[in-house]
């Protein structure tokens, strides 16, 4: 990273790292899930995308933080941030708490990333991803019915 900007450097760290925790609680929470149900077939698919999901974004934060980001495709970034929106709002339709706070790890990472050209509009997706699953969590715990 760039030695100039100590704050900035923290900023990003806190946000990347962020974006980590939630997608490990939504790893999390789906392990939670999986174990109540007795129809295991779509939470066991979404802890896989889940666990996916945060190997893959350790990996693009190692390689943002050591200043070699030019070595990810930009379509890959692409892919991240249509399936935050895709499982935003599918989960958002299906009352899925584990796949909304996927969907929030998503859209924040690549709100950080993309911060000048698409990021202010993921950040605001993000926003109201997260106030639509903590009124969702609050009326109906992890969707175990």
Do not use: C
Not at 39 to 55: A, D, P, Q
Not at 71 to 81: C, D, N, R
Not at 105 to 123: E, Y
């Amino acid at each position: 990273m760039l030695k100039k900007d100590k704050d900035g450097d923290i900023m990003l760290w806190t946000i990347l790292l962020l974006s980590i925790f939630l997608l490990g609680m939504s790893t999390w929470t789906n392990v939670m899930v999986v174990r109540a149900v007795e129809n295991k077939t779509n939470h066991i698919i979404s802890l896989f995308l889940s666990g996916v999901f945060l190997l893959s974004l350790i990996i693009l934060t190692i390689f943002i933080m050591t200043d070699h980001i030019g070595f990810v495709p930009s379509w890959v970034f692409w892919m991240l941030i249509m399936a935050g929106v895709v499982i935003g709002v599918a989960s958002v339709v299906k009352k899925h708490i584990p796949s909304q706070i996927m969907s929030l790890g998503l859209l924040l990472f690549t709100a950080v990333v993309t911060l000048f050209s698409i990021g202010i509009i993921l950040f605001v997706l993000f926003i109201i991803q997260f106030v639509i699953t903590i009124i969702n969590w609050k009326r109906n715990g992890l969707g175990v019915v």
